[in-house]
């Protein structure tokens, strides 16, 4: 997709995959024109020409007729062939394929919402995936979202980021960022199994999208497996993914995602 540009021809390609993944899935449209939510995205950084374009979050809802909602997301666009934002500046012009950054997010996002709307439970919260545009560009597509949210966001109960989850270190570990933006996530993270080694960071703030919900004093968790040399280059390809423990992320997100819906909603308490 040409490294999925704001604005491009191939992001909207990759949109319409993620829309078709939605609809295969069975989830329910809960855009503002179906799974789309269409917002202006501008360019801040440096003037160009067309330094304001259009850009799509895709928005598809699980109903479980439940009171609470928790959101999980993951932004599509990357940087295109390195004209905005690269740190390749001696291959401008390449294609920036981003393959941590963010398909392996978006990867995990349709993954959980195969699981949750096939797995026949029906879970006692609705569940809301977003992949958001323009992130990029300034969290663009989840800022535009809590501004303007498709759901009541007194009805969120908390929100599950994705970005970059793709490079994961032993080392270095997973990052779970935000658990201290609410005290009910020590319940929720005791008795995990995981052959990962992953830790967790108080800040609910950061460089990617659960900031915008954070904001609104939305508890949240970001999932990160660290930056690397080939972050916003054009060599973030995808043989470098370890899909291995890519899919240990996603089991362990499904077991803090179970364990967040065993509690009652008023037991978990919100915090700044």
């Known amino acids: 997709m040409k490294g999925r540009q704001t604005g491009s021809t191939e ?4 949109a319409k995959y993620i829309e078709q993944e939605f609809k295969k899935y069975g989830l329910n449209p ?3 024109k179906g799974f789309r939510q269409n917002f202006q995205a501008k360019v ?3 003037k160009i020409a067309d330094s304001i374009r259009s850009a799509d979050n895709i928005i598809g809802f699980l109903d479980n007729k439940a ?3 928790i959101v999980i997301g993951a932004h599509y666009d990357h940087l295109g062939h390195g004209e905005l934002g690269t740190r390749d500046t001696l291959n401008i012009g ?3 394929n981003g393959a941590d950054d963010n398909a392996s997010g978006v990867a995990g996002l349709l993954e959980l919402a195969r699981h949750y709307a096939t797995n026949k439970e029906k879970e006692k919260f609705n569940l809301l995936f977003i992949a958001f545009g323009a992130e ?5 597509g989840s800022k535009h979202f809590t501004n303007h949210p498709t759901i009541n966001l007194k009805d969120v109960h908390w929100m599950l980021n994705m970005d970059m989850i793709g490079r994961y270190n032993p080392q270095n570990g997973l990052a779970i960022i935000g658990y201290g933006t609410s005290t009910a996530f020590e319940e929720i993270f005791k008795n995990l199994s995981s052959d990962l080694n992953y830790y967790t960071s108080r800040e609910g703030k950061g460089g990617s999208d659960q900031t915008s919900f954070y904001n609104k004093q939305i508890p949240v968790l970001f999932f990160h497996t660290g930056g690397h040399e080939d972050y916003h280059k054009s060599t973030d390809d995808t043989e470098k ?3 291995k423990a890519l899919k240990s992320i996603l089991e362990l997100e499904i077991q803090i995602l179970d364990n967040s819906m065993k509690m009652n909603a008023m037991e978990f308490i919100e915090t700044n």
Do not use: C, P, S, V
Not at 11 to 14: D, G, T
């Open 67 to 69: 009171e609470k909602t």
């Open 136 to 140: 990029e560009w300034g969290l663009l």
């Open 44 to 46: 801040r950084r440096i």
């Open 241 to 243: 993914i370890d899909f």
């Open 11 to 14: 992001i909207e390609n990759a």
């Open 94 to 96: 390449k294609i920036h």
């Open 30 to 32: 809960k855009g503002e």
